[in-house]
């Protein structure tokens, strides 16, 4: 069945960096875009970024522009995070999710989620 | 950005009843709206995307309808596995953008 698993969580002190990943099968990955979206703990859904299946484009949202690095290896099945200056205001639950239509759609499904806490 | 306003953020339902979530957004999305359901420790869940087209193994309780920046999401007859938290999203305009949520608690 289709499916994707983070990993890559943990602790990590303010201003370190962090990779999460999102292992995908169960589809063709490299047919779909892919996206990151996080939760902060008891509070809702926010979208962090977004791929295209070959790679070519990327979009960020403004809080994590120039500090987090969406990436894919088609090859591998996977998809990447990079997360660089964190803040504590990064902490949350990361969730991949597949965008079945392209690129800037809705998502569907989702991972499990993987929890990164930025504390010092 | 595109601000998505849900309400109620708590709707207390009893098993049985009718459940009717709203989502607002600032501009106009014309179809582009998505509902997901998501229950404590779970990944959100794919509910409704085009407003009003339900995804794979979604039950017809579930209904979506409005337009432009005015959506409801209907669930017709609450059953115990229904109760958690809705979240509307807009993929008309980047970036996306989510609702705050809307918990369905049972009454």
């Known amino acids: 069945q289709v499916q994707l698993v983070e990993s890559g969580g943990g602790v990590v002190q303010p201003g370190r960096s962090l990779r999460l990943s999102c292992e995908a099968s169960g589809f063709t990955f490299s047919s779909f875009g892919t996206h990151w979206v996080r939760q902060a703990p008891g509070k809702g859904l926010e979208w962090v970024a977004v791929?295209?299946?070959?790679?070519?484009?990327?979009y960020y949202a403004t809080p994590v522009k120039g500090r987090f690095t969406i990436s894919r290896d088609n090859s591998k099945n996977t998809l990447y995070l990079q997360m660089d200056s964190l803040t504590v205001e990064d902490t949350a639950v990361y969730y991949c999710?597949?965008?079945?239509?392209?690129?800037?759609?809705?998502?569907?499904?989702w991972g499990q989620g993987t929890l990164v806490t930025v504390s010092s | 950005e595109t601000v998505m306003t849900q309400s109620p953020a708590t709707l207390s339902v009893s098993p049985g009843e009718r459940a009717t979530l709203s989502c607002r957004a600032s501009?106009?999305?014309?179809?582009?709206l998505a509902w997901y359901q998501q229950k404590p420790g779970q990944a959100p869940r794919l509910l409704i995307y085009g407003v009003s087209t339900r995804a794979t193994d979604i039950p017809a309780r579930f209904s979506g309808s409005g337009s432009g920046t005015e959506f409801t999401l209907t669930i017709s007859s609450l059953q115990s596995e229904d109760f958690a938290v809705y979240y509307c999203q807009q993929y008309n305009h980047w970036p996306l953008t989510f609702g705050g949520g809307t918990k369905v608690e049972i009454k």
């Open positions: 999710a597949r965008d079945p239509h392209g690129t800037g759609y809705w998502l569907d499904p």
């Open positions: 501009q106009s999305l014309s179809s582009n």
């Open positions: 791929i295209s299946s070959d790679g070519s484009n990327k």
